[in-house]
């Protein structure tokens, strides 16, 4: 029970500091970036087929995700956030493709660089929470995640 209030805490948290983000259209979509992964021509987004459902976050998150320019990309973490918290079993590799795309390097324009300390302390906790919750599938790589970037003296952060 803690560890749901836990969890539906660090999801209200993650919504109300990517809320303008997230309320933006998303330049490149995960539907545009799983296109472009495969060498195809990246479609723009579409209400419809780009709604943010389970199915969706499935189909194309671990490929997708990576495509992403710096607002697209924050428009998706809270949904991929409270995702994690839904399926830590990680059935459909959403959340090993989110862990994915919160290591470094970063990128240009960078990502991970352009949260906010508020953004960033969300994620802190996000990842402290996969790491070290016994249910998480991805204890040990959310682990290897925040000791590469988001934890004081981080291995490849400059600060």
């Known amino acids: 029970?803690?560890?749901?209030?836990?969890?539906?805490?660090?999801?209200?948290?993650?919504?109300?500091?990517f809320h303008a983000d997230a309320l933006t259209t998303p330049q490149m979509t995960l539907r545009g970036g799983y296109a472009a992964d495969s060498y195809d021509f990246a479609p723009p987004y579409d209400p419809d087929l780009d709604k943010l459902t389970d199915t969706y976050l499935e189909a194309y998150t671990f490929w997708g995700l990576a495509y992403l320019d710096p607002a697209s990309w924050r428009h998706y973490l809270p949904h991929l956030i409270d995702y994690t918290f839904r399926h830590m079993d990680d059935p459909k590799m959403v959340v090993e493709g989110l862990l994915h795309n919160l290591r470094p390097p970063d990128r240009e324009p960078p990502r991970l660089a352009s949260?906010?300390?508020?953004?960033?302390?969300?994620?802190?906790v996000f990842l402290e929470e996969v790491a070290f919750s016994e249910d998480s599938a991805n204890r040990d790589f959310a682990m290897q995640v925040l000791e590469e970037w988001w934890i004081p003296d981080a291995l490849y952060r400059k600060r």
């Open 1 to 17: 029970m803690e560890r749901e209030k836990t969890r539906s805490e660090i999801s209200c948290r993650a919504n109300e500091v």
């Open 115 to 124: 949260l906010t300390a508020e953004q960033e302390a969300v994620i802190v």
